[in-house]
T-cell receptor, first 114, second 113 residues
């Protein structure tokens, strides 16, 4: 079955540094991959989508890479701030049908210390 | 423009009771989804709908039912609640087929005792 793996251990970094989160997946390679941010007690919020033919996508301080050979995506936050502290989820559509159903990883908690 | 609204925010049910979790969206999105999230786990898809009158099962549909009579509403029904259904439930929408992100509601935290 399809599986998405994110580091379940929290990532602690100092303010101003670059945070790098990893998302690995098995088997079938999806057409696109998404990243979400989730704060405690809230629903996930969509951040970025990257397609299989795109190596890299940027949005302000965020950068996502997508390596379909390694079956891996990296999510970078540059010049990190305490307000970036949250859980970050990656998600892929393995369904190969019209439902566009996302499978989510377990998320990685990021803690940015001032 | 409220986006995706879920009610109630919290609920405690006794084993064997039933309830309906409400989800309403005002974005005119065709695609709607119900996920559950257990502590430390990823979201798991329960049911989804690609438009009014069309629903289908996701990864963990047992113990749940849905209906989609309008574009705006996608209620999730729990029949005969069990402790295993203790979770946080999220409703989500998507604007169209292809490369769009989901918009999530704020969730319903359900405890079955």
């Amino acid at each position: 079955s399809q599986k998405i793996e994110q580091n379940s251990e929290a990532l602690n970094i100092q303010e101003g540094k670059t945070a790098t989160l990893t998302c690995n997946y098995t088997n079938y390679s999806p057409a696109y991959l998404q990243w979400y941010r989730q704060d405690p007690g809230r629903g996930p919020v969509f951040l970025l989508l990257i397609r299989e033919n795109e190596k890299e996508k940027r949005k302000e301080r965020l950068k996502v890479t997508f390596d379909t050979t390694l079956k891996q995506s990296l999510f970078h936050i540059t010049a990190s701030q305490p307000a970036d502290s949250a859980t970050y989820l990656c998600a892929l559509d393995f369904s190969n049908n019209a439902g566009n159903m996302l499978t989510f990883g377990g998320g990685t908690r990021l803690m940015v210390k001032p | 423009n409220a986006g995706v609204t879920q009610t109630p925010k919290f609920r405690i049910l006794k084993i064997g009771q039933s309830m309906t979790l409400q989800c309403t969206q005002d974005m005119n999105h065709n695609y709607m989804y119900w996920y559950r999230q257990d502590p430390g786990m990823g979201l798991k898809l329960i049911y989804y709908s690609v438009g009014a009158g069309i629903t289908d099962k996701g990864e963990v549909p047992n113990g749940y039912n849905v209906s989609r009579s309008t574009t705006e509403d996608f209620p999730l029904r729990l029949e005969l609640a069990a402790p295993s259904q203790t979770s946080v439930y999220f409703c989500a929408t998507m604007g169209g087929a292809g490369y769009y992100g989901y918009t999530f509601g704020s969730g319903t935290r359900l405890t079955v005792v």
